[in-house]
């Protein structure tokens, strides 16, 4: 159980498109979903935490209106990229949380590669 | 920069011999947790540890955690050409449950058969 599944695996876009990124929560019902940004041989960066039914919470130097978070349902949160330009091009990895502050635990996606020409 | 430093950064070894892997952190913690990560994939879980805890084990992983130095290291004994990836600690936000987790800058194992 607590599988996390992430659409599309790989995008490649044009500058100053739009791209949207699906996270999904398949077998459990996700309270918090949290956002990262990955580059090549770094470590994971937190961009935003998203509880279902209310605004995400952006962390120090993430752009809320380039980097559009909706978490509409308990299994569905959604990244979406704005006029995408080529260093936005990342590796980007959304994980889950089941349960309140007491679950420990995160569960995450097999990421979803963005290559911004 | 509130993540940790992981060392070494990059480690190669053979086929049985014991890997060790060390994070140091910068915030008070709930718990430190560790994972693995292959190339171009998504991150795995092993182990978590909590911040009353000082060594937990995993089949065979063995997760230490000195909370007075803000360190801790995993130990990956008899390794397999299988386990080379990245791997990660992460700690949770102790100032609150906000669930938020602050990666380590990683360690690379490569297992050489």
């Known amino acids: 159980g607590a599988v996390v599944s992430q659409h599309p695996s790989r995008v490649i876009c044009k500058s100053g498109t739009s791209v949207k990124i699906e996270c999904r929560s398949l077998?459990?019902?996700?309270?918090?979903m949290f956002w990262y940004r990955q580059f090549p041989k770094q470590s994971l960066m937190l961009m935003a935490t998203s509880n279902e039914g209310s605004k995400a919470t952006y962390e120090q130097g993430v752009e809320k209106d380039k980097f559009l978070i909706n978490h509409a349902s308990l299994t569905l949160s959604t990244l979406t990229v704005t006029s995408a330009h080529p260093e936005d091009s990342s590796f980007y990895i959304c994980?889950?949380?089941?349960?309140?502050?007491?679950?420990?635990?995160?569960?995450f996606g097999p990421g979803t590669r963005l290559l911004v020409l | 920069s509130q993540q940790g430093e992981e060392d070494p950064q990059a480690l190669s070894i053979q086929e049985g011999e014991n890997a060790t892997m060390n994070c140091s952190y910068k915030t008070s913690i709930n718990n430190l947790q560790w994972y693995r990560q292959n190339s171009g994939r998504g991150l795995v879980h092993l182990i978590l540890i909590r911040s009353n805890e000082r060594e937990k084990h995993s089949g065979r992983l063995r997760v230490t955690l000195d909370t007075s130095k803000k360190s801790s290291s995993l130990l990956i004994t008899a390794s397999r050409a299988a386990d080379t990836a990245s791997y990660f600690c992460a700690n949770s936000d102790g100032s609150g449950n906000t669930g938020k987790l602050i990666f380590g800058q990683g360690t690379t194992l490569q297992v050489k058969p």
């Open positions: 994980s889950a949380r089941r349960g309140g502050a007491w679950e420990e635990t995160q569960y």
């Open positions: 077998d459990f019902q996700a309270t918090t």
